[in-house]
C-alpha cells in the first residue's frame, strides 16, 4: 500500500508544513490576539507531531525486517550538475530512530505545554527541527544528508539562544561553531569522494572500494565531525553547556535525538565506505571511548547542577555506542543502536523529570532539594525507575544496551570490556548518589513545602516513556529483530572488505601466518 | 566599414544602446522639469523602467546568436548575456530600494538614477569586452559614476570621504591597470583578447605577458575588493549613503568578478598554471581579512563590507580552478551572493526610528518580537550569506569547493571550510541580537520597496528547489567560455 505513496517525504516535511502554518498565522493575527495565537500554535504543532508520529508507525508496520536494504526508496534528479538527487529510504537501522524522533517530538511540545514566552517561534522551531533530523535519517544521498545534518543547528541554536537559561548565548554559540568546525570538514571529505566517484547516491558509494590512504583521510574528515557531535571525549564539552542552557524540551531533543546522528553517521558512513580506516582507527575509538566512559562519570559525580550531571551521564553512555559500533561484532554494532535508542528514551525522561522539578522551584542544584519523596512520592518513584534505567539495572533498556556492547567488546578484547565495566559502577555511583541527594532524606528547604506532584500532563509524558524503558528491558526482541538484517549486511560487508584489501597490503597476511 | 555591418554591430548593442540614450533623455528631462522633488521622482520610476527594459531586452536577445561587435572589440555571448541580465536587474532593485530612502534624507535629485543607469551601462560594457580598450572604457564608465554616487550625499563627511577614498584607491588600480594593460599589448602585440590567447599560448612563460597579467589582476581585484586589494570597501560601505552601498555591494560586484573571470578564462586561459597562484593567494587573504575582519565590527554595513570581502575570496576558490566548472560555479555563487545582499541591504533600509536611519548592529536588538516578519528575513538572509545548509547560499559553497577540488586544490578547499566556520561566528551574531536580546526600541514600517525586496530574497533564500534552475540557466550561460 506504502509503496507508491511518498511516506518518509510526507514524514520528513509535514512538521516543516506546520511549522509555515504557525509562521503563516502569526503573520495574519494583530498582536492584540497573542493568547490565541499561542494557543492555535500549540495546537498545530501538537497536532502535526502527533499526525507524523501516527505515520511513522505505520511505515514501521509495514517495514520488511528481513530485508537488508532500503525501503520506501524515493528518488527524483535534483541538481544533476553538482551530482545531488533527492533520495530517501530507510533500513533497519535508521527506521528506529525515524520512530523515535516522532516519538519524542509530541513530548517535547506537550512538556512545554505552560511557556508563554514567544510561543509561535518556539513551536515552529521544533516542528523544523523534527523535519531536519527525520531527513538526516532518511536521506540517502550524501550531500541531502549534509544538509540535513548542518540544517538541524539553525533552530537548536535559536531554542538554545532564545529560550534557554542564564548562560544561553555562550552555550549557543559554543554549540554551533563546535559542531560547525567538524561538520564543515566532512563536507570537504564529502566533496572529495563525489570527485571520485562521480555520484552522492549514498547506495551506490557504500558499494564504492575507495584507496586504502584515501579512506584514511576521509575516515578522519567524517570523525571529526561525528566524535564532536556524539560527542566524545575530548569534544564533549559542548555538550554539558548546551543541555545546561537548553529549555527542558530542548535537552530532550538534544540528549534523545541529536546525540544520535553522530552514531548513525558512523554506522552510515565510516564503518561501510572506509571499512580498512574505521579497522586500522577502532583501538583509538576504543580508547577514546573508555576515557570518555570513565572520564565523564567522575567528572559527573563532582557536578553540584543535576542537569549537568545527567548530561556528563550522556557522553558515558555515547561512550558505550561509540564502543559497541567499533566492536564491528553483531552483538556490539545491535547493542550500539540499541543503547542509542533506549538513551533516547531514558535520557528524555530525565531531562523530563529535571524539568518537573525546574518548572517548580527554578533551580537545578542538587544541594536545594531532598526528602522530595515526602512531597512528590509519584514523582520519586518515576525518577527512580529512570535513574535505575540510566544506571543500567537489569529489566529496563538501559541494562541489554550496555550488556550487549560489553559482551560485543569482550569478544574483540576483554581489556576493552574491563574498562567499560567500570563505568558502569561509577554510573551506579553518580546516579544513586545525586537520587539519593534530591529524593530522600528529610526536607530541610522550607521551599519545598509547597511542593505538588506530577500533574495528568507530567503523568503522560512520563508514564509513557517509563513503559518503554521497562518494556525494551524485557523485551528486546522487537528492535533487535527490525536492525538485525541491516546489521549483519552491514558487518559482512566491512569484513569481506577486509579480506578483500588483504591481498594488496602484503604484511598483514604473513604476520598471521607467522604466528 | 558598411552601413549594413555597422547596423550589424549596433543590433547586438540593444539594451546598451537603449540604456545610454535612455540616461541622456533621463537627463534632459529632469533639467526640464519644475520641481526639484518632483523631477527625482519621475526620473527615478523611469530609470528603473529603463533597466527592467534593458534586462528584458537582453533576456529577448539571449535567444538569438550572439556574435562580436566593432572587429572583436564587443562580444555578445550567452555569459555576457546573463550577466547583463543580472546587472540590470540589480541596478533596478538598486534603485527601487533607493527611492524611499533619498526622499526621507533629502537627497532627492534627479541625478542619482542616471548615474546609476550610467553605472550601469559601464558594466554591461564591462562583461562584454573583449578587447583591452572596451574593457578599460567600460571599467571607466561604471566607475566614475560611482565615484559621485558614493558622495553623493555630499553635506555629510562620511559621505565625502567615502568618495574621496573610493576615487583615489579607485584611480590608483586603473593606473594599475593600464599598466598591465600597456605590457600585455607590448608583449603581445594587440588588445585584442582572441590575439592575447595566441600570443599567451605561444609563450606561455612569457615574463613580460606574465608581468601584464598581474598587474590586470590586481587593478581588477580592487573592483572585486578582493584582499589585498580590499582596504577600500568597509570604508565606502559605511561612509556611503545606505542604498549607493547596496548598489556596490550587488551590480559592481558582479561586472567586474565576470569581468576578471573571462579575462583569466580567455586572454590568460593558456596560462592557467601561472595566474592560478595569484587568484590563490588572493582568495586566501581575502577569505582570512574577511572573515576576522568581520568578527569585531559593530556597524552592519561594515559588517557587510567585510563579508562582501570574505565572500569574494569563496568566488576566488572557484575561479582558481581555471576549469569551465569554476566559472560555473563563479557565475552561480555571485548570482546567490547577489540575491542575499540585496536583500540584506533592504533589510537594513528598513532600519529606520523616528529619529532617522540607525546602522547599529545592537540596533536589531529584539527583532524577532518588534518585526516578526523582517526578523525571519534577515536570518534566512545571513545563513545563507553564511552558507549554512538548507538556504541557498550553502548550494554557492558546495559548487565553488566541488570546482576546484575537481582540479584537485583541496587544501584550499580545506582553508575556505576552516574559514567558512569563523565567518558564520558573525552572521550568527546578527542571528543573535535579532533572536536572543530583548527589543530597544521599534522600527518604523518599512518602505514598501525594501519590505518587498528582503522578503522576496528571503523567499529565494530558503527555496530550495530555486537552486537547480539557476544552475541550469549558469551552465548554460557558462557554456559559451573557458571550456
New interface residues.
Given amino acids: 500500500m506504502l509503496g507508491q505513496l511518498p511516506i518518509l517525504s510526507a514524514i520528513t516535511f509535514l512538521p516543516a508544513l506546520g511549522a509555515v502554518a504557525i509562521?503563516l498565522l502569526?503573520?495574519l493575527m494583530r498582536s492584540e490576539e497573542r493568547a490565541v495565537l499561542d494557543r492555535n500554535a500549540k495546537g498545530i504543532a501538537l497536532f502535526v507531531t502527533l499526525f507524523v508520529f501516527a505515520l511513522s508507525l505505520l511505515m514501521l508496520v509495514e517495514f520488511d525486517a528481513g530485508q537488508a536494504g532500503f525501503q520506501f526508496v524515493e528518488s527524483l534528479p535534483?541538481?544533476p550538475?553538482?551530482g545531488i538527487s533527492y533520495k530517501m529510504g530507510v533500513d533497519g537501522i535508521s527506521v528506529l530512530f525515524v520512530v523515535l524522533t516522532a516519538f519524542l517530538l509530541p513530548i517535547c511540545i506537550l512538556s512545554s505545554w505552560k511557556l508563554d514566552k514567544?510561543v509561535a517561534?518556539y513551536m515552529a522551531a521544533f516542528l523544523l527541527l523534527e523535519t531536519?533530523v527525520i531527513g538526516v535519517f532518511c536521506a540517502l544521498d550524501m550531500?541531502l544528508f549534509?544538509?540535513?545534518?548542518?540544517?538541524s543547528?539553525?533552530p537548536m541554536?535559536?531554542i538554545i539562544?532564545?529560550w534557554g537559561g542564564q548562560n544561553?548565548?555562550y552555550a549557543?554559540?559554543k554549540f554551533?561553531?563546535y559542531t560547525?568546525?567538524g561538520s564543515?570538514?566532512m563536507?570537504?571529505a564529502m566533496?572529495?569522494m563525489?570527485?571520485q566517484v562521480g555520484t552522492t547516491d549514498i547506495e551506490v558509494l557504500l558499494a564504492h572500494p575507495f584507496a586504502r590512504d584515501l579512506q584514511t583521510w576521509l575516515w578522519l574528515a567524517f570523525f571529526a565531525s561525528f566524535a564532536v557531535k556524539m560527542p566524545m571525549w575530548p569534544v564533549h564539552t559542548w555538550l554539558p553547556d548546551a543541555h545546561v542552557q537548553a529549555p527542558t524540551a530542548g535537552s530532550v531533543i538534544l540528549a534523545g535525538i541529536l546525540l544520535k546522528l553522530g552514531g548513525y553517521g558512523f554506522l552510515r558512513f565510516s564503518i561501510p565506505m572506509f571499512p580498512n580506516a574505521s579497522e586500522f582507527f577502532a583501538p583509538m575509538v576504543f580508547i577514546l571511548s573508555i576515557i570518555a566512559i570513565v572520564v565523564t562519570s567522575l567528572i559527573a559525580f563532582r557536578q553540584t547542577d543535576i542537569k549537568k550531571l545527567i548530561a556528563y551521564s550522556s557522553v558515558a553512555h555515547m561512550g558505550f555506542v561509540t564502543l559497541g559500533i567499533f566492536t564491528m561484532t553483531e552483538l556490539g554494532v545491535q547493542g550500539a543502536i540499541f543503547q542509542m535508542l533506549s538513551h533516547g528514551v531514558i535520557s528524555a525522561a530525565l531531562f523530563l523529570c529535571i524539568g518537573v522539578i525546574y518548572d517548580r522551584f527554578h533551580t537545578r542544584e542538587i544541594s536545594f532539594y531532598g526528602g522530595l519523596v515526602h512531597k512528590m512520592p509519584v514523582y520519586a518513584a518515576v525518577f527512580g525507575l529512570f535513574a535505575m534505567a540510566n544506571v543500567g539495572l537489569p529489566g529496563t533498556s538501559g541494562f541489554i544496551g550496555e550488556i550487549m556492547t560489553m559482551t560485543g567488546a569482550f569478544q574483540v578484547d576483554p581489556r576493552v570490556a574491563a574498562g567499560a565495566a567500570l563505568g558502569v559502577i561509577f554510573s551506579a555511583v553518580y546516579m544513586l548518589v545525586a537520587y539519593k541527594k534530591v529524593v530522600f532524606g528529610v526536607v530541610t528547604n522550607p521551599k519545598l513545602e509547597a511542593a505538588t506532584d506530577l500533574n495528568a500532563r507530567e503523568w503522560i509524558n512520563l508514564g509513557v516513556l517509563a513503559v518503554l524503558a521497562v518494556y525494551f528491558g524485557f523485551f528486546s526482541t522487537p528492535i533487535t529483530d527490525t536492525t538485525r538484517a541491516s546489521v549483519d549486511q552491514l558487518i559482512q560487508h566491512y569484513q569481506s572488505a577486509q579480506t578483500v584489501e588483504a591481498p594488496a597490503a602484503d604484511a598483514a597476511p604473513a604476520e598471521t601466518a607467522a604466528h | 566599414m558598411t552601413v549594413s555591418t555597422l547596423l550589424a554591430d549596433l543590433q547586438l548593442l540593444t539594451p546598451e544602446l537603449v540604456l545610454a540614450v535612455g540616461a541622456m533623455a533621463l537627463l534632459l528631462i529632469g533639467v526640464y522639469t519644475k520641481g526639484e522633488e518632483k523631477a527625482a521622482q519621475r526620473i527615478m520610476t523611469l530609470a528603473t523602467a529603463l533597466l527592467i527594459l534593458a534586462a528584458g531586452l537582453s533576456v529577448w536577445m539571449a535567444q538569438g546568436p550572439g556574435g562580436t561587435a566593432f572587429h572583436g572589440a564587443f562580444v555578445l555571448d550567452s555569459f555576457a548575456m546573463y550577466a547583463k541580465t543580472a546587472v540590470y536587474l540589480a541596478g533596478a532593485v538598486a534603485l527601487v530600494l533607493a527611492g524611499h530612502y533619498l526622499r526621507t534624507e533629502q537627497l532627492a535629485r534627479f541625478e542619482f538614477p542616471v548615474l546609476v543607469t550610467l553605472a550601469v551601462l559601464g558594466m554591461s560594457f564591462m562583461v562584454s569586452a573583449n578587447d583591452l580598450i572596451t574593457l578599460y572604457l567600460g571599467l571607466e564608465l561604471q566607475s566614475l559614476a560611482l565615484y559621485v554616487l558614493a558622495a553623493f550625499n555630499r553635506d555629510s563627511l562620511r559621505a565625502s570621504e567615502a568618495g574621496l577614498k573610493y576615487f583615489v584607491l579607485g584611480a590608483l588600480s586603473s593606473g594599475l591597470l593600464l599598466y598591465g594593460s600597456s605590457l600585455v599589448y607590448g608583449f603581445s602585440g594587440s588588445t585584442s583578447f582572441d590575439a592575447i590567447a595566441v600570443a599567451a599560448a605561444e609563450g606561455s612563460q612569457n615574463l613580460g605577458l606574465l608581468f601584464g597579467l598581474v598587474f590586470v589582476v590586481a587593478g581588477l581585484a580592487f573592483k572585486v575588493s578582493a584582499a589585498p586589494f580590499h582596504m577600500w570597501t568597509p570604508d565606502v560601505y559605511e561612509g556611503a549613503p545606505t542604498p549607493v552601498a547596496a548598489f556596490f555591494a550587488t551590480a559592481p560586484k558582479l561586472a567586474a568578478m565576470v569581468l576578471l573571470a573571462r579575462v583569466l578564462m580567455e586572454p590568460f586561459g593558456p596560462m592557467t598554471e601561472q595566474w592560478q597562484q595569484v587568484t590563490m593567494v588572493m582568495a586566501v587573504l581575502s577569505m582570512a581579512f574577511g572573515s576576522f575582519g568581520a568578527l569585531m565590527q559593530s556597524n552592519i554595513k561594515r559588517l557587510m563590507g567585510y563579508s562582501s570581502i570574505g565572500n569574494m575570496g569563496y568566488v576566488l576558490v572557484g575561479l582558481s580552478a581555471g576549469t569551465a566548472l569554476g566559472l560555473?560555479s563563479v557565475l552561480f555563487y555571485m548570482t546567490l551572493y547577489v540575491i542575499g545582499v540585496a536583500g540584506a541591504f533592504a533589510v537594513i533600509l528598513s532600519m529606520r526610528r523616528s529619529e532617522g536611519m540607525v546602522e547599529r548592529i545592537e540596533d536589531l536588538s529584539g527583532l524577532?518580537?518588534t518585526r516578526?516578519?523582517l526578523a525571519?528575513s534577515m536570518t534566512a538572509l545571513m545563513?545563507s550569506i553564511g552558507g549554512?545548509?538548507?538556504m541557498i547560499g550553502?548550494?554557492g559553497k558546495?559548487?565553488v569547493?566541488?570546482a576546484a577540488?575537481?582540479a584537485g586544490l583541496?587544501w584550499l578547499?580545506?582553508l575556505a571550510?576552516?574559514f567558512?566556520?569563523i565567518s558564520?561566528?558573525y552572521y550568527?551574531r546578527v542571528?543573535?541580537v535579532i533572536?536572543?536580546d530583548e527589543p530597544t526600541g521599534d522600527f518604523l514600517p518599512a518602505p514598501t520597496g525594501a519590505a518587498i525586496i528582503s522578503r522576496l530574497a528571503a523567499l529565494i533564500a530558503v527555496s530550495?528547489?530555486v537552486?537547480?534552475i539557476i544552475?541550469?540557466l549558469v551552465?548554460n550561460a557558462g557554456a559559451g567560455i573557458g571550456g
Fill in positions: 509562521l502569526r503573520a535534483w541538481l550538475a553538482l514567544r517561534d531536519l550531500f549534509y544538509i540535513f545534518f548542518e540544517g543547528l539553525i541554536f535559536l539562544g532564545v544561553r548565548i549557543a554559540f554551533f561553531l560547525f568546525l564543515v570538514l563536507l570537504a566533496i572529495v563525489f570527485t | 560555473w524577532s518580537q516578526p516578519a525571519w545563513f549554512m545548509p538548507f550553502f548550494f558546495l559548487f569547493f566541488y577540488v575537481q583541496i578547499v580545506i571550510v576552516i567558512s566556520t558564520i561566528a550568527l542571528i543573535k533572536w536572543f530550495m528547489p537552486v537547480g544552475i541550469a551552465v
